[in-house]
């Protein structure tokens, strides 16, 4: 119950200080399960992008975030699993840090992933990690990609 209130301030708040919203090209806001690729300028990415979403579709897309970032204390875990309702991947070669996506897109809900798997200072594309390719790749899933502009500023 706190946690829903919580979420739902934290992305009434995001929309307005930051006045994010989205424009669909080529696909509008519906329930089918998306892969939603996105650039990564700033810690805030995840909460701006959920927080664009209507509200129906936020219930069942996840922010992908890295486990080592979003993981390492109470608060940001909570923000992370809680009110972001993301997944968290653990960057280490002797697992599978793919397998929570699976999971995810085997409830056929929906991701939103930062395919460089860091910040851009600059605002330009990075090289992207084939995970999040063959994650889409053998999902079937819609992928769609997003352009969040400004917040490397």
Not at 8 to 37: K, M, N, S
Request: hydrophobic fraction near 45%; charge should be positive.
């Amino acid at each position: 119950m706190i946690a829903a209130l919580f979420r739902e301030l934290a992305f009434a708040l995001t929309r307005f200080l930051v006045g994010g919203h989205a424009r669909w090209h080529g696909c509008g806001p519906d329930q089918r399960q998306r892969i939603y690729f996105a650039n990564h300028a700033s810690h805030l990415d995840a909460i701006i992008l959920t927080a664009a979403l209507p509200s129906r579709l936020r219930r069942t897309t996840h922010p992908v975030a890295a486990a080592d970032y979003w993981g390492r204390n109470a608060l940001t875990r909570f923000v992370a699993l809680k009110v972001l309702r993301a997944v968290l991947v653990v960057r280490e070669r002797s697992r599978d840090p793919l397998a929570p996506l699976r999971d995810v897109l085997d409830r056929e809900e929906s991701l939103i992933i930062f395919p460089e798997g860091r910040l851009t200072v600059t605002g330009s594309l990075m090289k992207v990690y084939d995970g999040a390719g063959l994650i889409a790749d053998k999902s079937g899933a819609m992928v769609v990609p997003v352009k969040i502009d400004g917040l490397e500023r």
